[in-house]
Nanobody
Framework: QVQLVESGGGLVQAGGSLRLSCAAS????????MGWLRQAPGKGRDFVAA????????FYADSVKGRFTISRDNAKNTVYLQMNSLKPEDTAVYYC???????????????????WGQGTQVTVSS
């Protein structure tokens, strides 16, 4: 069982920064690959970033490379998404998710994740 609780969303102007946090509880957090996905109104849930259990490997969507950084602190049972140089097109509900599935490939699809946070709204104004 994994419970995910997100925080850090809000309203920010273009070019600004936000850091999202995802606090996890449960016995399996440290063994999970973790990801951030986002969903804009009327759109599907798109991959943003993922990180393996140790934090040694990360993967990013092309649209956020160089601007977003995913990290995790297993001692604090927390995963983060640092978002810099935000653009209006980054506006979406952002979800933290955990994958218990075993794969050498990064989890790029929503179906790869087993546990989800409640989502946090990020709005970037022009």
């Amino acid at each position: 069982q994994v419970q995910l609780v997100e925080s850090g969303g809000g309203l920010v102007q273009a070019g600004g920064s936000l850091r999202l946090s995802c606090a996890a509880s449960g016995r399996s957090f440290s063994n999970n690959r973790m990801g951030w996905l986002r969903q804009a109104p009327g759109k599907g849930r798109d991959f943003v970033a993922a990180i393996n259990w140790s934090g040694s490997r990360t993967f990013y969507a092309d649209s956020v490379k160089g601007r977003f950084t995913i990290s995790r602190d297993n001692a604090k049972n927390t995963v983060y998404l640092q978002m810099n140089s935000l653009k209006p097109e980054d506006t979406a509900v952002y979800y933290c998710a955990a994958s218990t599935q075993t794969s050498d490939s990064p989890p790029l699809l929503a179906i790869a994740y087993d546990y989800w946070g409640q989502g946090t709204q990020v709005t970037v104004s022009s």
